[in-house]
């Protein structure tokens, strides 16, 4: 079993700023991929960014690239997203994932989730 553990939401206005961390705990072995997905209201839970386990090959969706940045740390079990220059349609609860499936950006892919957390970008 893996849980993970998101947190550093919170209500920021357009063009801030905000760093999410998710921390991962139990079994992770296998399932080292981590991502980020997001759930505005009314819509279907999107892909955001995913790593691999050394942090060397990252995918972001389009409407992200240049503003986040996922990172990790795995002597901290950690995986962070920098979010910068936010916009408010980035408003959504933010998630994190594990998989074992290299890159996956596909919601299916992933196992193990996190319980959300809420950024909400105010214009």
């Known amino acids: 079993q893996v849980q993970l553990g998101e947190s550093g939401g919170g209500l920021v206005q357009a063009g801030d700023s905000l760093r999410l961390s998710c921390a991962a705990s139990?079994?992770?072995?296998?399932?080292?991929?981590m991502g980020w997905f997001r759930q505005a209201p009314g819509k279907e839970r999107e892909f955001v960014a995913v790593?691999?386990?050394?942090?060397?090959?990252?995918v972001y969706v389009d409407s992200v690239k240049g503003r986040f940045t996922i990172s990790r740390d795995n002597a901290k079990n950690t995986v962070y997203l920098q979010m910068n220059s936010l916009k408010p349609e980035d408003t959504a609860v933010y998630y994190c994932?594990?998989?074992?499936?290299?890159?996956?950006?596909?919601?299916?892919?992933?196992?193990?989730w996190g319980q959300g957390t809420q950024v909400t970008v105010s214009s």
């Open positions: 139990g079994r992770t072995g296998s399932n080292s991929n």
């Open positions: 994932a594990a998989t074992g499936i290299t890159l996956a950006t596909n919601r299916h892919a992933y196992g193990y």
């Open positions: 790593i691999t386990w050394t942090g060397g090959r990252t």
